[in-house]
C-alpha cells in the first residue's frame, strides 16, 4: 500500500520549488563533480540526471508541484490536486502555514491530506481559515506531536 501527501483546491494554487536542481552525468564531469566510488561517470548514462543540492539541509525542502505521482483524485471533490512533499521541521511547517495564508482567498477552500492508497475512510476536520494556527499543521505532519495522526484530512475555508 502506498502513502500520499497532497493539497487540493478549488483554485490553482503556485508551485513551490525547492533549492534542489538536476544536471546530467555530461554536465557533472564538465563541472568536476567526483563520482561516488561505487558508481563512477564511466558506467553512467552521459544524460542520466542527478538531484544536486548545495548541502543536506536543502534536501526534503517544502515543495508544492502540480499533479501526483498517484491519482488521488478519488479522495476529494477540488478540481486542483498538488504534490506536497517535505520533511517535517518547525520551518517548513511555518512555511507551509504562510503558503496557505498568503495564497487562500475569500471562498476559496484547501484541503490538506494524507492518506493510505485504497483506504476510503479518513479522518476530517473543517476549519476557518482564520482559526488555522502552527499546530493543526503540527499535529498533521510531526510524527512526534502527541495527537499525531498519520492519516487525515485537514479542510481550510475561506
Known amino acids: ?76 471533490e477540488q478540481p486542483f490536486i498538488y504534490e506536497l512533499s517535505f520533511r517535517y521541521t518547525a520551518d517548513r511547517v511555518q512555511q507551509l502555514f504562510d503558503y496557505i495564508k498568503t495564497h487562500q482567498q475569500d471562498g476559496q477552500v484547501v484541503e490538506l491530506q494524507q492518506i493510505w492508497l485504497d483506504e476510503y475512510d ?16 503540527q499535529q498533521l505532519y510531526d510524527d512526534a506531536h502527541e495527537y499525531h495522526t498519520p492519516v487525515y484530512r485537514l479542510v481550510i475555508e475561506k
Open 1 to 76: 500500500m502506498s502513502y500520499c501527501t497532497f493539497i487540493a483546491s478549488n483554485f490553482e494554487l503556485p508551485e513551490l520549488k525547492g533549492k534542489e536542481t538536476y544536471i546530467t552525468v555530461r554536465e557533472a564531469i564538465a563541472r568536476n563533480i567526483e563520482a561516488h566510488e561505487f558508481l563512477p561517470w564511466e558506467d553512467m548514462d552521459p544524460e542520466a540526471q542527478l538531484l544536486v543540492v548545495e548541502n543536506e539541509e536543502d534536501l526534503y525542502e517544502l515543495t508544492v508541484t502540480e499533479s501526483t505521482y498517484y491519482d488521488v483524485s478519488n479522495y476529494t
Open 122 to 137: 479518513v479522518p476530517a476536520m473543517t476549519i476557518r481559515a482564520d482559526d488555522l494556527t502552527l499546530a493543526h499543521l
